[in-house]
Nanobody, 120 residues
Framework: QVQLVESGGGLVQAGGSLRLSCAASRSIFSISIMSWYRQAPGKQRELVAAITSGGSTNYADFVKGRFTISRDNAKNPVYLQMNSLKPEDTAVYYC??????????????WGQGTQVTVSS
């Protein structure tokens, strides 16, 4: 099982920036998809951004042009660069990994989450 640990959350004013990091317990080279999700109080968890092992990315409409997900398969962390933050971006942000076992079983892992708070 891959363990994921997020960091980089905090309090920032609207219009500011934060960079989240997700460190995996082993090389992410073989992890098919790394993603960031978020969950605001009283709301469902939602996909923010995802990146495949080949570097293809996908973003939720509400972060397009503001957030950038990146990964370096030679290194460990996956990053989420968040610019032009808005109060509605306030949420707990979770790292997610989709990968396969040696026997081909589909596996997922979640991090514990990091709080992002954007003040107006």
């Amino acid at each position: 099982q891959v363990q994921l640990v997020e960091s980089g959350g905090g309090l920032v004013q609207a219009g500011g920036s934060l960079r989240l990091s997700c460190a995996a317990s082993r090389s992410i080279f073989s992890i098919s998809i790394m993603s960031w999700y978020r969950q605001a109080p009283g709301k469902q968890r939602e996909l923010v951004a995802a990146i495949t092992s080949g570097g293809s990315t996908n973003y939720a409409d509400f972060v397009k042009g503001r957030f950038t997900i990146s990964r370096d398969n030679a290194k460990n962390p996956v990053y989420l660069q968040m610019n032009s933050l808005k109060p509605e971006d306030t949420a707990v942000y979770y790292c997610h990994a989709l990968y396969y076992s040696d026997l081909g079983a589909r596996l997922v892992s979640w991090g514990q989450g990091t709080q992002v708070t954007v003040s107006s």
